[in-house]
């Protein structure tokens, strides 16, 4: 499994950035997936997380309303859609199966995202 995350970055509270996960070694289309954050100090939670057809998504309360999870089967890439960022979504980003969350060998290594007041 090799799960790529991308597009994090620094920016400040208000704004936008938008995250993407290229997944490869597993059969993307079949799995349902989520997008996970790790803040300094705290566990790691998910955050969002779509059906194998992109159907049916979910949220943590503390993002609803705010991002967006998305995928694209044909190229084996998830992504999230963050806006009206707070500093409290600082984190590292993670993209993972939610199948597979419990493997520690198949996470990858993660796209930091700050905010700043």
């Known amino acids: 499994v090799q799960l790529v995350e991308s597009g994090g970055g620094l920016v400040q509270a208000g704004g936008s950035l938008r995250l993407s996960c290229a997944a490869s070694?597993?059969?993307?289309?079949?799995?349902?997936m989520g997008w996970y954050r790790q803040a300094p100090g705290k566990q790691r939670e998910l955050v969002a997380s779509?059906?194998?057809?992109?159907?049916?998504?979910t949220y943590a309360d503390s993002v609803k309303g705010r991002f967006t999870i998305s995928r694209d089967n044909a190229n084996n890439t998830m992504y999230l859609q963050m806006n009206s960022l707070k500093p409290e979504d600082t984190a590292v980003y993670y993209c993972?199966?939610?199948?597979?969350?419990?493997?520690?060998?198949?996470w990858g290594q993660g796209t930091q995202v700050t905010v700043s007041s």
């Open positions: 993972n199966a939610i199948s597979l969350a419990h493997l520690l060998g198949s």
């Open positions: 070694g597993i059969t993307f289309s079949i799995n349902a």
């Open positions: 779509i059906t194998r057809g992109g159907g049916t998504t």
